[in-house]
């Protein structure tokens, strides 16, 4: 498995699919050809029908300025590699340079084809949680120090700054009000649910404001196209950020704890980016806020010092019943159903944390086996509910 800086990834929103993995892809292809005057990007698939709701074509044209850039969408064709496709090609007078065949392919990152070096390296021997799991219970060591031994110690100066970016969104997102771009109406929540209290608010209500507060501020701030880190893309920033700095700020948990909470989840992260996908145009909304969900259930269970078995059924149960969730992004946007899904999922990852404390040894599903469940299901799910907006929320409701 790839390192977890493959993982989590900071940058702007509002999509690491359509948004960072482009910009990065058209980046690199600028300085393929110094020589050329002007470029073609062919936008297909999933990248066609929703890219002017999540600014392909912002992303792409920015990362290629100051030279002129023709953006082209093609949402007809097929057999593609991979839904969200995308061709670039160099121009220098009139003649074509050069050019790549790009695949988006989630949490930011692309595959250029013919081009295996450009793969990040394996830094992971191990790519399910069994042999996982089965390997710290031999050495006997948490996930954390499994991280540490793969990554080496730098990982930790990186998951600082990771964790930094996550509250900064948080506290940026909360103070911020007003509607978000793109002819929605939608107004920002963030701000709202931190401030307002009922008059005898419960410690329970309290949690689920604040944590909702928090996913929300995150989210908003992907909406509106604010830095934030992928967990593990934009679509799903606002679950482990939420659930994480709610913890912190309940318990007087550490920062240093928190490294080791997104260390194990980052774990659980890049199993489904291994053996799966975090790509809503290929398996659906449950390739990445129940992804986001499983990630967040086992950072809780890791700070709370739980035993491999609870990380495990936490980060199941937030998988599990997230199966069948289909992506349909209203207009293209990142706002609706994306941010409510966001504070919905946090929540979740908690109520997961707190089966896991009472039930894990009853439980008869690995998180490996709902892994594969999911990637079979997004595999079969209908195209329309596989981030086109040709289906669902998106087909239905017309602002």
């Given at each position: ?10 940058g ?5 699919s359509?948004?960072?993995?482009p910009s990065h892809?058209?980046?690199l292809?600028r300085t393929?050809?110094?020589q ?16 002017r709701?999540?600014?392909?074509d ?23 590699p991979?839904p969200?496709t995308?061709?670039l ?11 790549w065949?790009?695949c988006s ?15 990040p390296p394996?830094?992971?021997p ?6 996982i ?14 991280v ?10 990186y ?18 009000e007003?509607e978000?771009a793109?002819?929605?109406g939608v ?12 008059m005898?608010?419960?410690?329970e209500?309290?949690e689920?404001r ?12 992907n909406a509106?196209?604010g ?6 893309t ?8 939420a659930?994480?700095v ?7 948990f ?12 980052g774990?659980i ?7 799966a ?10 390739a990445e ?8 259930a ?13 990380i ?23 706002q609706?159903?994306c ?6 999922a946090?929540?979740r ?12 040894y009853?439980r ?8 594969k469940?999911?990637y079979?299901?997004?595999r ?16 239905m409701?017309?602002?």
């Open positions: 498995m790839e390192s977890l800086r493959e993982l989590y990834r900071i702007r929103g509002p999509s690491s359509h948004t960072m993995g892809a058209a980046a292809f393929e050809y110094p050329a005057d002007g470029f073609q990007v062919t936008l297909y698939g999933s990248l066609a029908k929703t890219g709701g999540h600014l392909t912002v992303a792409v044209a920015e990362a290629l300025e100051p030279l002129p850039t023709r953006i082209l969408f093609d949402a007809e064709t097929g057999g593609l991979h969200n995308m061709d090609e160099a121009f220098q007078g009139g003649e074509r340079l050069g050019f065949r790009v392919v989630g949490g930011g990152k692309v595959t250029i084809e013919g081009r295996p070096s450009a793969n394996q830094v992971y191990l790519d399910s949680f069994s042999s799991k089965g390997y710290c219970r031999e050495k006997d060591m948490f996930l954390w120090q499994y540490e031994e793969c990554e080496g110690p730098g990982i930790w100066d998951l600082s700054e990771v964790w930094e970016a996550m509250k900064e969104a948080v506290y940026r997102g909360i103070r911020k007003g978000l793109g002819g929605l107004q920002r929540k963030a701000m709202y649910l931190n401030r307002q209290r009922h005898d608010e419960s410690k209500t309290r689920n604040k944590v909702c507060a928090y996913a929300f501020a995150v989210s908003e701030e509106g196209g830095t934030i880190v992928t967990a593990p934009c679509g799903a920033c606002g679950v482990l950020p659930v994480l709610y913890k912190q700020e309940q318990m007087g550490s920062d240093k704890d928190m490294r080791k909470g997104l260390a194990a989840a774990v992260g890049n199993v489904i980016k291994t053996n996908s975090i790509s809503g145009a290929e398996c659906g909304c449950q806020i129940g992804s986001a969900c499983s990630m967040a086992a950072a809780l269970a890791e700070i709370y010092h739980m035993d491999l078995d609870q495990e059924y936490a980060a199941e149960v937030a998988m599990e019943h997230h199966l069948g969730l289909t992506c349909d992004p209203i207009g293209g946007l990142v609706i159903p941010i409510e899904r966001n504070a919905v946090a929540m990852a908690i109520n997961a944390l707190s089966l896991a404390n009472f039930l894990t009853t008869k599903i690995s998180f490996d086996v709902v892994v469940t999911m079979e299901t997004g079969d799910l209908f195209s329309k509910y596989r981030e086109t907006s040709e289906g669902g929320l998106a087909k409701y017309r602002p």
